[in-house]
């Protein structure tokens, strides 16, 4: 019985053409997305009051809106591959009462209830932060970074300033 050993450069040149066919879809998918579009369409289907609003200079674009208690913040600093997206908003003033007690409650709601958010200090706040490099963002990562941030910090503002704000 003879076994058939396939043509080495059949096989070279289709797997080249199937990997060069890949990565121009891929190129290509990436150059439609207008970041700036698409986060601006989030933001509407969820900014209350006309709330909404934008701000651009050589650092990028900066958008702010109201979300229920809270004001949710933007930030795309460009559409190349090394540019970042950001989302965050406040949810506490810093310094806090029993701020161990808050440290230990925040890194475990880290664990548990951010999905693919988290909190972190910046600027003597406790906020809720989505970043990530702008290298094959989809629209639907932009939506779901906007919404989750929103949601989680305007589900947990409250509770974490009735039991730790100094205010």
Not at 50 to 62: F, H, I, L, R, W
Not at 120 to 125: E, G, H, K, L, T
Request: negative net charge; aromatic residues 8%; hydrophobic residues 40%.
């Amino acid at each position: 019985m003879t076994s058939q050993q396939p043509n080495s450069e059949t096989v070279s040149t289709s797997t080249l053409s199937t990997e060069e066919v890949v990565s121009n879809e891929l190129i290509e998918d990436s150059a439609s997305v207008n970041y700036v579009e698409v986060i601006e369409t989030v933001i509407s289907s969820l900014e209350q009051d006309d709330t909404a609003m934008v701000s651009q200079n050589e650092d990028g674009y900066m958008w702010k809106f109201k979300y229920g208690s809270v004001e949710v913040f933007v930030q795309l600093t460009g559409s190349t591959d090394d540019d970042t997206f950001t989302v965050w908003s406040s949810v506490l003033q810093l310094p806090a009462k029993n701020e161990p007690q808050l440290m230990r409650k925040l890194l475990e709601m880290n664990w548990s209830d951010t999905f693919e958010s988290c909190f972190a200090i910046f600027n003597d706040q406790v906020v809720v932060l989505s970043t990530r490099t702008v290298a094959e963002l989809s629209p639907g990562e932009i939506s779901r970074a906007i919404t989750v941030v929103a949601t989680v910090a305007d589900d947990n503002d409250d509770a974490l300033q009735a039991e730790f704000s100094n205010a």
